[in-house]
């Protein structure tokens, strides 16, 4: 395998990380990172420099042109997950881009798209997910929360919960129920929701173990929306969501942030316990760190030279999923020891190391095994479809 980049990649990379240094807001590595999703200061930044990158082309790039997009490839999508998650870039993830924009291009009536694609490359709307429901997380096929049609409006009941960013989003993604006599993985339809402030939605935070509040819980009560807002064809809702839209799913972000992490830890390291960094017992435990955050990383370039081949990575993206936020798990781990009494303090004490990040780190990767597919459903599908094994 060649790992040199291209020239136009390198050109690529240079450009981004030119941008970066001089436009990256000098204040928000003060303010905690966490998509946009934690404080209200860092939703307003993140809202504010998602639009400069839309300007650009970049919060969209991989979309074909045609539909805003850049038509870029998967490395530079790559090489632009991989910087942005490891200079913690406010606003470069839009689960617009991610989810809803891919559908609509591929199901999306012509309407459908002229409404909503352009307010999603140009960051006018903020998206969230309505998916999980309390009996219905890893099988999502479970769900109950029905659409029943009345005459020209569809009316929602249900909830949903895990909802990250609800509270900031003016508009939803929502899987529901249309026919609840049909087996359970068919009878679900995809809708767009218009207005998340609509009259019966009710969002309620949730706190999570890391004090941030990203998750909400929303209930929906004779919620009423157009039927034009069903996306793809009615009760085929779950091959929409279980279809292969394309767009980059290599998890860089996993190994980046980790990197991040490592290198934050080493820099205090050698500024504040010199004496700690020469131990040869945590030399070895530091080494092993960088050793598995390269696998990662290497884990995540497989699946993207799978793509540019025009190969379909299947366990491939399940293994690269399943050890990056392990990984993440394992350095905040060794970062919240290694800081010894000064761990556990986050970035308000006045005593805080890194911002407080490694105490912060330690709570928020546990929701990375569970969040997108637990770690137990990615090793069955890597012994599965990977190793042959036999079901159950």
């Known amino acids: 395998m060649d790992f040199r980049l291209t020239a136009e990649d390198e050109a690529f990379l240079s450009e981004l990380r030119t941008f970066f240094d001089e436009e990256l807001p000098a204040e928000w590595q003060r303010v905690d990172d966490k998509y946009g999703f934690g404080t209200a200061e860092a939703f307003a930044m993140s809202r504010e420099f998602s639009r400069r990158l839309a300007t650009r082309g970049w919060l969209a790039m991989a979309w074909p042109k045609e539909y805003g997009g850049l038509g870029a490839t998967y490395m530079q999508q790559m090489l632009f ?3 942005v998650a490891y200079r913690r870039v406010p606003g470069a993830f ?47 096929a479970a769900l109950q929360t029905r659409a029943v049609l009345d005459g020209d409006e569809w009316v929602i009941n249900g909830q949903k919960i895990w909802t990250s960013g609800a ?35 009710t969002i309620q935070p949730l706190i999570n173990m890391a004090n941030d509040h990203s998750f909400n819980q929303v ?9 034009k807002s069903l996306v793809g064809e009615l009760n085929r809702g779950w091959y929409h969501l279980a279809l292969s839209l394309d767009f980059e799913r290599s998890s860089i972000a996993g190994a980046s942030n ?20 020469r131990r040869p017992e945590v030399r070895a435990r530091l080494a092993e760190a960088a050793i598995e955050i390269e696998v ?21 993206a399940s293994a690269a999923k399943l050890y990056s936020t392990e990984l993440a798990q394992r350095v905040a781990l060794i970062g919240v020891q290694l800081l010894g009494l000064y761990g556990p303090l986050e970035g308000a004490s006045a005593h805080h190391r890194i911002g407080g990040r490694m105490a912060y780190n330690y ?8 969040a997108g597919g637990t770690s137990e459903i990615q090793r069955g599908i890597v012994a599965m479809r990977g190793l042959g094994l036999p079901r159950g």
């Open 81 to 83: 997950n991989e910087e």
């Open 94 to 140: 839009s689960m617009g881009v991610a989810w809803v924009g891919p559908a609509l291009i591929h199901l999306g009536t012509e309407e459908q798209k002229q409404e909503y694609l352009p307010r999603i490359t140009g960051a006018d709307d903020v998206w969230c997910t309505l998916y999980s429901e309390p009996g219905a997380g890893s099988d999502l």
């Open 167 to 201: 509270h900031h989003s003016n508009k939803g993604w929502l899987a529901a129920r249309t026919d609840p006599g049909a087996p359970k993985h068919r009878g679900i339809s995809m809708f767009i929701l218009d207005d998340m402030r609509a009259p019966g939605i």
């Open 219 to 227: 209930f929906f009560e004779d919620v009423r929306i157009s039927k």
């Open 258 to 277: 980790a990197r991040r992490m490592f290198e934050d830890l080493i820099e205090d390291a050698r500024e504040h316990r010199p004496e700690l960094a």
């Open 296 to 316: 990662g990383r290497m884990l995540s370039y497989r699946v993207v030279s799978m793509q540019m081949r025009g190969l379909v990575p299947n366990h491939e």
């Open 363 to 370: 709570l928020a990767t546990v929701s990375a095994t569970i």
